[in-house]
């Protein structure tokens, strides 16, 4: 046996007796969460030195607040003018939804592309495209607003496919059993990647120049794609090292379905079912607190709060590593309560989803409402948003439950519309907070309280844990359902009965 041969029997030997692949998949898709978000993410916290004045310097209406808290603005006292910039709080609430304009488009062609030819490089050339954009931030920046703008909204474009790819891989690879614990693992990167990027920024923005940010995660992003090829696939069947009994296993608890060819899309059912519908408005109210939260918490906590940089950015992400925590422990205790029947699951996506949505709402309106009390306010914004990891296995698996054999498209529907509120809320802040007092932030708050609360009140009137009638191909369709043997990897052209496609053949 050669060198060669002997290194690649023992790799398959190592990971099919040690890590069930289904696992890496949890791993490596929780990095790109969170590598995601921090891209994403870790200009919130950079803007804020970026900008040296977020007040114009040439507006003359400044409004003084009355209730400011005592303390100093500090600002890094930058040596090199090209690193500042006379930005206003619109400018910078331009600069800020930029990201999600894109974000929104790319949702839906990155489902379809996920279900056509796969999740792995739909997902992966996303991510390697947003980071070779972040490396490119500090150039734009420098370039003026507008080419800020645009590399922003580039970015979105590669990001607006992580999700759709996501769910179409989760389902190839995850059992009904599991999806709330490897969902909750998988979609609560975000969390880590926020809880990363703003810690990571606080103390590097304490000692070096703010490019250093972009360049970090940008490297990173990278480093994660070439990891990502060589570890995942898009599916079982296609996967060389999965060992035979976790193949059997997947065929046997996810119905033995590989992929659908040229899969037509029911459209019209789609657009007339409430349950969908209802989950896309949870969506929307979710992601508006949530976006309200990591795209300008930052600013709050430095110019009303008055706290330091590295203060500033270890309080950011405080809440969002609370909320990891609870996202885990609630996927698990969802899967517990799953398998020992103590409720449906329509019941447990409610229950947990009315968790999600009421913590957090009432977290942030009563820390607008603690006034200059800096551990009260940190408190509160820290446990309201715990309660949000309650999201991860109810509202965001939802797709899931309604279609798995439609999960990449139904996912960019549903996070796709539900980004639209990353492009509102920070150019909503902008205008609402144009002075950064106290009172215009409270008001921010309340209209975040009121979505949320609305937003949940409809999910739970009409949405659903149940499996809807259009998952089901159409007759034509089932003639090219392709369905794969778990042991010989065989693949054959199915016509049978529905009972009959959930076969292994």
Known sequence: MSDDESTSSWKKTFMRVCIPQRYVLGIMGFLAVANAYAMRGCLSLAITEMVVNPKSKHNALIVEDPDACPG??????HTDPNNEFDWD???QGYILSAFYWGYVITHLPGGLLAQRFGGKQTLGLGILSTALLTLATPFAARAGANWMIAVRLLEGLGEGTTFPALNQLLAQWV????????GSLVFAGNQIGIVVSSTLSGVLLE???WPVIFYLFGTLGVLWYVLWLFLCYNDPASHPYISEKEKDYLAETLGGIKRKEHLRVPWMAMATSLPLWALI??????????FTIQT??????KSVMKFSIVQNGILSSLPFLVMWFTALGSGVLSDYLLKKKVWTVNTARKAFTTVASVGPALGVILASYAGCNKVAAATLFTVGMAFMGFFYPSL???ALDLSPNYAGTLMALVNGIGAISGIITPTLIGYLTPNQTMMEWRKVFWVSFVVIIATNIVYVIIGSGEVQPWNEPLAKDKEETVTWNAKSDTVEKSKEKKD???KIH
């Open 207 to 209: 000692y070096y120049d």
């Open 296 to 301: 300008d918490l930052p600013k709050y906590m």
């Open 500 to 502: 009959e496609e959930n």
């Open 72 to 77: 100093v603005l500090e600002y890094k006292n």
């Open 281 to 290: 408005v949870g969506q929307i109210g979710h992601d508006w607190g949530l």
């Open 396 to 398: 965001k698996v939802n």
């Open 175 to 182: 059992p009904p059993l599991e999806r709330g614990r490897l």
């Open 89 to 91: 709080e619109q400018t």
